[in-house]
């Protein structure tokens, strides 16, 4: 059960565009679509916003989209906000219902 | 709306026990997974534990295997988390966290989480 692998930080000035990207293996994120990413403020609870790796729950602002390529997940924000400043976490299904996060991404807006 | 309440934190020595529990309501309980997650102070968010939505499945992340036990009961709409032979680094809040689907997949929806301190 190893973490996925995620940048500790990325920054971006307001409205440009940024992608933070996950790493597991072809056990994980390369064989199942089942990457989850979520946003959390400080001291506050995670909140999903992309499901199935590329999915968007309602409410959740189209500027987010998901993606994967091989063993690689990426999370892009377009139009950045300064609303956006959080923490992003990924989650893969690693099979034999076990679930695997990354270690998270502080997002900075300049 | 869907709702998750978790209870039963607080602050126990080494080595004692814990039963963590939670309340959800807002759906149908017995038609999902359920997780626990543990986000230790500062740290990022760690995956515990996840149970069927039938409770026939129960599967562990590797630091917990053998000292944590998931049950439900979907009789009462209410999910636990049975915490033996804690250690200090189980300091953490824990989250109750319901999966998108009836196994695990990944997880959509999120209690407000409880503080388990682990300290002589």
């Known amino acids: 059960q190893s973490a996925l692998t995620q940048p500790a930080s990325v920054s971006g000035s307001p409205g440009q565009s940024i992608t933070i990207s996950c790493t597991g293996t072809?056990?994980?994120?390369?064989?199942?679509?089942?990457v989850f990413w979520y946003q959390q403020h400080p001291g506050k609870v995670p909140k999903v916003i992309i499901y199935?790796?590329?999915k968007r729950p309602s409410g959740v602002s189209n500027r987010f989209s998901g993606s994967t390529s091989g063993n690689t997940a990426s999370l892009t924000i377009s139009g950045l906000e300064a609303e956006d400043e959080a923490d992003y976490y990924c989650?893969?299904?690693?099979?034999?219902?076990?679930?695997?996060f990354g270690g998270g991404t502080k997002l900075t807006v300049l | 709306q869907v709702q998750l309440v978790e209870s039963g934190g607080g602050v126990v020595q080494p080595g004692r026990s814990l039963r963590l529990s939670c309340a959800v309501s807002?759906?149908?309980?017995?038609?999902?997974?359920m997780h626990w997650v543990r986000q230790a102070p500062g740290k990022g968010l760690e995956w515990v534990a996840v149970?069927?939505?039938?409770?026939?499945?129960?599967s562990y992340a590797d630091s917990v295997k053998g000292r944590l036990t998931i049950s439900r009961d979907n009789s009462k709409d209410t999910l636990f988390l049975q915490m033996n032979s804690l250690r200090a680094e189980d300091t953490a809040v824990y989250y109750c966290?319901?999966?998108?689907?009836?196994?695990?997949?990944?997880?959509?929806?999120w209690g407000q989480g409880t503080l388990v301190t682990v300290s002589s």
């Open positions: 149970i069927w939505n039938d409770g026939s499945i129960k």
């Open positions: 966290a319901r999966d998108h689907n009836l196994a695990a997949s990944g997880i959509d929806y």
């Open positions: 072809s056990s994980d994120v390369g064989y199942y679509n089942l």
């Open positions: 989650s893969s299904y690693a099979g034999s219902s076990l679930l695997v």
């Open positions: 807002g759906f149908t309980f017995s038609s999902f997974g």
């Open positions: 199935e790796a590329s």
